[in-house]
C-alpha cells in the first residue's frame, strides 16, 4: 500500500500539469516558448509533450529536494517515461484503427492510463533493479526535450506531427 500512496501525488500532479498543458498555449495567445513545452495543435506528438514535460517537471524536482534517491532511480523514471509515452502512441493508434473514429472521451482517458504507466513502470523498474546508467537516462530527456522543441518549429510530414483536428474522423 506504501508505494501506492508513494505514487498518488506524482500521478496527479503529472495528469493535473499535463491537462492545464493542453491549453496554455492557446491561453497564452500561441506565445512561441510556451508552445515548446506545451500542445500547439492535436497531433498525437504534440500530445506527447502533456506527459513529457509535466514529468520532466516534477523530476527536477523530486531531484532537487532529495526525493530522487540515485542514478536507478532516474533510470526507473525514465524507463517509466519512454513507456508511458509508448502506450499512449500504440493504444490512440490501435484504438483508432478498430473504430475508425477519433473519441475525445478514450483519448482523454489514454494520456490518464499512460501517466499511470509511467509510475508503474517506474516501481517495476525499481524493484527489478533495471539501470541504463545515469549518464544514458540523462541524455534520453535532454534529447527528447530537444527533439520536441525542433519538431514543435519543424514537424516532419508524417502520420504522428499530423494534426488531428482537421482529420475528418474526429468526432
Not at 502533456?50 to 525514465?78: N, S, V
Not at 535532454?142 to 518549429?153: A, K, P, Q, S
Request: hydrophobic share 55%; glycine share 8%; charged share 10%.
Amino acid at each position: 500500500m506504501s508505494n501506492i500512496r508513494k505514487y498518488i501525488f506524482p500521478y496527479i500532479f503529472v495528469c493535473t500539469l499535463g491537462v492545464l498543458f493542453h491549453f496554455t498555449y492557446d491561453l497564452s495567445g500561441a506565445n512561441f516558448v510556451v508552445g515548446l513545452f506545451s500542445a500547439v495543435n492535436e497531433s498525437t506528438w504534440e500530445h506527447l509533450k502533456l506527459l513529457f514535460f509535466p514529468l520532466l517537471i516534477l523530476t527536477i524536482i523530486q531531484g532537487r529536494t532529495g526525493l530522487a534517491k540515485d542514478a536507478d532511480w532516474l533510470c526507473a523514471r525514465t524507463l517509466g517515461m519512454l513507456v508511458g509515452m509508448a502506450v499512449i502512441v500504440v493504444a490512440f493508434y490501435t484504438l483508432w484503427g478498430i473504430t475508425g473514429r477519433l473519441i475525445d472521451v478514450i483519448n482523454i482517458a489514454l494520456y490518464f492510463i499512460g501517466v499511470f504507466f509511467v509510475f508503474w513502470t517506474q516501481e517495476k523498474a525499481s524493484r527489478e533493479m533495471i539501470s541504463l546508467g545515469a549518464s544514458t537516462c540523462i541524455g534520453i530527456w535532454i534529447g527528447l526535450t530537444i527533439l520536441f522543441v525542433i519538431f514543435t518549429i519543424h514537424a516532419p510530414n508524417l502520420g504522428l506531427f499530423y494534426d488531428l483536428q482537421s482529420h475528418p474522423k474526429s468526432i
